[in-house]
Structure formats: C-alpha cells, structure tokens
C-alpha cells in the first residue's frame, strides 16, 4: 500500500514538473519561484481531484487574478515607501476630516511617499487629491453603491480593480509601510482590527498606525477608551500592544509618527531563526548594550548583536548595517518598543 502512495506521489510530482516546464519554460526563473509555481499546480490538481464546485472555483479563480493585476500594478513601485489611509466612504469634501486627510496625504507626497487608498469617495478620495497622481494607488471595490474609482484615481495605471473584500484588504496591507486611519464605519473599524491583529501577531512586519482626527476630536479617543476598559482591563490585550499604535489630533505628530519609525529603522527579515533588523545608521556599543538591558525579556537565546549581511541577504541591503537577535516570535508589541529605542539611537 505504501509503495502505491509513493508511486501516486511521484507520477504526481512529475505531472506537475512537467507542466511547469511547458507552462513556463521560456522564463527565467529563479528555483524558488519554479518551486512555488509546481506547488501552486499541485493546489489546482488537488482542487480538480477533489471535485471542487463550480462556486468555490469561480471564488478561488477570481481571487488569484485580482492578486496577479495587484502585483503588477504594485511592482515597479516595490522601492518606493507606501502609506494606506483609511477611513469612512460618507465624509463629504467640506469636512473638516476630509480636509485633515488630504492635507496629511499631501505632506507625505512632499516627503516623496506615495498613498494608498481604497479609491472610492470620502477619505479615499482626499488622500488622493492630497497625494496627487504621481503618487497614488488605488485598490477599488466594486459595490452598487460607491461604483467608479474617484476622479483623482480613475483610468490611472495604477488602479486596481477588486471584486473581494479579502483581496482588497490583502494589498491595502501587503503594500504598504505606514497606515493612516481617520473616523469611519464598520469597514474602517474591521480594517483596523485587522491590520493590527496582523501586527500583534507578526503576520504583518512592524509598521506605524496612526489614528488621527481633527482637534478637538473624539472618535479615537473614545475608541481608546473602550480598547482599555473593555479589552485591556479584562486582559483579552496586553498594555504593551498600545504600542502598535498612536492616536492624536493634530497632522504635525501624525507624520512625524510615520517618518520617525524609519529616521534609523529600515527594514527586517528573518534569516533561519535569527531575526534580522536592517538599519540607516549602526547604534554605538554602550547602545547595543543598553538595547540588551531594556529588551533582554524577548530573547530566547544570546543577545542582540550588531552584524553585516548574511548570506540570504546578498540582494537585500547588504550596504545596511544590522541588528540580529533570537526573538521569541511572540511579543511583536515589544519588538515595536526595539524599534523606537532604535530610532533614538545615534550611532
């Protein structure tokens, strides 16, 4: 019996090598991306064996294509740093919110950041008029109530039409270093919780959340409120995870919140079990000895340590300096706090 599995296993194996090979062939290919490729074969070979209906075809179908454009669209700009704003579709342009958001998205064009937003009407459309095109995205979804992208996005290259929730969110996510959430609904308060479960958990890397209104404001501060009496309090969130983000009502601290995170701070990668922080300027000795002191708690093994590129990252900033440490993997509101005492350092 066994040997009949095995024998499956391998005709299974060479079918999909196979269909690589005729499907891709004339690329060039690196042996990560071929590897990846013959595995995605394997999951549409299992979806036929398994008799998959039509449905969950279509749904699996359509995700994958809305991911592939969304990747296109999003790649030649891959180097260029990235903040999402969120927030509610119903602001109306003489808000004073709408106009906070656009002011925010058009300091952070001026500091050569580009903004992503969900191109639809309210602060989707005053981060992009604030942006400009040169430096917007849009990731729409397509509702019988909200319908085209906004006049500051429509029939630019870089709009990406999205039929899911799930996939919208997914880039809204994946592409961006920074996030900006403004008042909204049930879809900016689902959009937050995500975003940072995903940072809490590590499924996102480390990245400043801002929630930001007008002076004067009360939304996130009475959203604070309830995070720490209702949920903190109760201990279902650790204090430290207030640490993920910020909240304030003025666009002075909101982007000296973003561009602070990366004044040392540039960019991290695990490689083997260490985790690896890629930096703008190396912390001084007496620093890296008082990083070990303040954040000895989220080393399982050894110390932090100051290093140069490994052998992983030869195409990955090896011009950076390095922070490497065994992290437990488990309190990323911590590793947030080694972000910011790294960002103090000077080297």
Same mark, same amino acid.
């Given at each position: 019996?066994?040997?009949?599995?095995?024998?499956?296993?391998?005709?299974?194996? +060479?079918?999909?090598?196979? #269909?690589?090979?005729?499907?891709?062939?004339?690329? $060039?290919?690196?042996?990560?991306?071929?590897?990846?490729?013959?595995?995605?074969?394997?999951?549409?070979?299992?979806?036929?064996?398994?008799?998959?209906?039509?449905?969950?075809?279509?749904?699996?179908?359509?995700?994958?294509?809305?991911?592939?454009?969304?990747?296109?669209?999003?790649?030649?700009?891959?180097?260029?740093?990235?903040?999402?704003?969120?927030?509610?579709?119903?602001?109306?342009?003489?808000? *004073?919110?709408?106009?906070? +958001?656009?002011?925010?998205?058009?300091?952070?064009?001026?500091?050569?950041?580009?903004?992503?937003?969900?191109?639809? *009407?309210?602060?989707?459309?005053?981060?992009?008029?604030?942006?400009?095109?040169?430096?917007?995205?849009?990731?729409?979804?397509?509702?019988?109530? $909200?319908?085209?992208?906004?006049?500051?996005? +429509?029939?630019?290259?870089?709009?990406?039409?999205?039929?899911?929730?799930?996939?919208?969110?997914?880039?809204?996510?994946?592409?961006?270093?920074?996030?900006?959430?403004? *008042?909204?609904? %049930?879809?900016?308060?689902?959009?937050?919780?995500? @975003?940072?479960?995903?940072?809490? =958990?590590?499924? #996102?890397?480390?990245? *400043?959340?801002?929630?930001?209104? =007008?002076?004067?404001?009360?939304?996130?501060?009475?959203?604070?409120?309830?995070?720490?009496? +209702?949920?903190?309090?109760?201990?279902?969130?650790?204090?430290?995870?207030?640490?993920?983000?910020?909240?304030?009502? =003025?666009?002075?601290?909101? &982007?000296?919140?973003? @561009?602070?995170?990366?004044?040392?701070?540039?960019?991290?990668?695990?490689?083997?079990?260490?985790?690896?922080?890629?930096?703008?300027?190396?912390?001084?000795?007496?620093?890296?000895?008082?990083?070990?002191?303040? %954040? #000895?708690?989220?080393?399982?093994?050894?110390?932090?340590?100051?290093?140069?590129? %490994?052998?992983?990252?030869?195409?990955?900033?090896?011009?950076?300096?390095?922070?490497? @440490?065994?992290?437990?993997?488990?309190?990323?509101?911590?590793?947030?706090? @080694?972000?910011?005492?790294?960002? $103090? &350092? =000077?080297?």
């Amino acid at each position: 019996m066994t040997d009949g599995i095995d024998q499956t296993d391998q005709t299974e194996a +060479a079918a999909r090598q196979r #269909a690589s090979e005729e499907l891709f062939g004339g690329q $060039e290919l690196s042996t990560a991306q071929s590897r990846e490729l013959q595995d995605m074969i394997g999951s549409l070979s299992d979806l036929a064996h398994e008799g998959t209906s039509v449905g969950d075809l279509k749904i699996a179908n359509t995700a994958l294509a809305e991911m592939a454009e969304a990747f296109r669209v999003f790649r030649p700009y891959r180097h260029v740093r990235k903040v999402t704003m969120f927030g509610s579709a119903r602001t109306k342009p003489d808000d *004073p919110i709408y106009l906070l +958001a656009r002011d925010l998205a058009a300091k952070m064009a001026a500091a050569d950041w580009m903004v992503v937003t969900g191109a639809g *009407p309210g602060i989707m459309a005053a981060g992009l008029e604030g942006a400009g095109r040169d430096h917007a995205f849009g990731v729409n979804i397509r509702l019988p109530f $909200e319908g085209d992208a906004n006049p500051f996005i +429509a029939q630019d290259p870089k709009l990406v039409e999205m039929r899911y929730f799930f996939t919208r969110k997914l880039m809204l996510i994946k592409e961006s270093h920074a996030y900006v959430v403004l *008042p909204g609904g %049930f879809g900016t308060q689902d959009e937050s919780f995500e @975003l940072l479960t995903l940072l809490q =958990t590590g499924k #996102a890397e480390p990245a *400043p959340v801002v929630m930001v209104e =007008t002076p004067g404001g009360t939304y996130w501060h009475s959203w604070l409120r309830f995070v720490q009496e +209702a949920a903190i309090d109760a201990g279902w969130v650790s204090p430290e995870d207030q640490a993920l983000f910020k909240v304030t009502n =003025t666009l002075e601290e909101a &982007c000296d919140e973003i @561009l602070g995170f990366y004044r040392i701070y540039h960019s991290i990668r695990w490689v083997g079990d260490l985790l690896v922080l890629r930096l703008q300027v190396q912390p001084s000795k007496a620093e890296v000895a008082d990083l070990n002191r303040r %954040f #000895a708690d989220i080393v399982v093994r050894g110390n932090i340590r100051t290093a140069g590129p %490994f052998p992983p990252e030869r195409n990955d900033h090896p011009e950076l300096p390095r922070l490497a @440490l065994r992290f437990d993997r488990f309190h990323y509101a911590r590793l947030r706090q @080694l972000i910011d005492a790294v960002n $103090e &350092c =000077t080297g």
